[in-house]
């Protein structure tokens, strides 16, 4: 029974499909980063190349199973940076992702690998 309670708590999370759509979509488009914050439509996400960003606002429920996701699957529980690795386009990427407080939310950043640094 402890084993396979420990397997459990060790597996992958499931990354979300919305997610992994917004995450394929800023890799094409040669993104740096993504920047995820709770407004009061639901999770704000901007995408940014360069010094220009891109936007979109994902309902509390999706935005929800995203922020559990990266929390989860960066290990973000114990501490405020973390790694994640993730298969996109056929291709596995390392993302490095922070969270901090803003204005008395959490908010997070994911910071996508460059070409040459995949």
Do not use: K
């Not at 396979?4 to 040669?30: K, M, N, Q, W, Y």
Request: proline share 3%.
């Amino acid at each position: 029974m402890a084993r396979s309670r420990r397997r459990l708590e060790t597996a992958e999370p499931a990354v979300p499909d919305v997610f992994r759509e917004i995450l394929e979509s800023a890799v094409a488009a040669g993104a740096d980063s993504l920047d995820l914050e709770y407004v009061p439509e639901g999770l704000e996400l901007c995408m940014t190349a360069g010094g220009t960003g891109i936007g979109t606002i994902l309902d509390r429920e999706v935005g929800g199973a995203v922020i559990d996701f990266l929390v989860a699957a960066a290990a973000l529980r114990v501490r405020n940076r973390g790694t994640l690795q993730i298969q996109l386009g056929g291709q596995l990427y390392t993302l490095r992702v922070e969270s901090h407080e803003h204005f008395g939310e959490w908010a997070f950043r994911v910071t996508l690998p460059r070409g040459d640094r995949r």
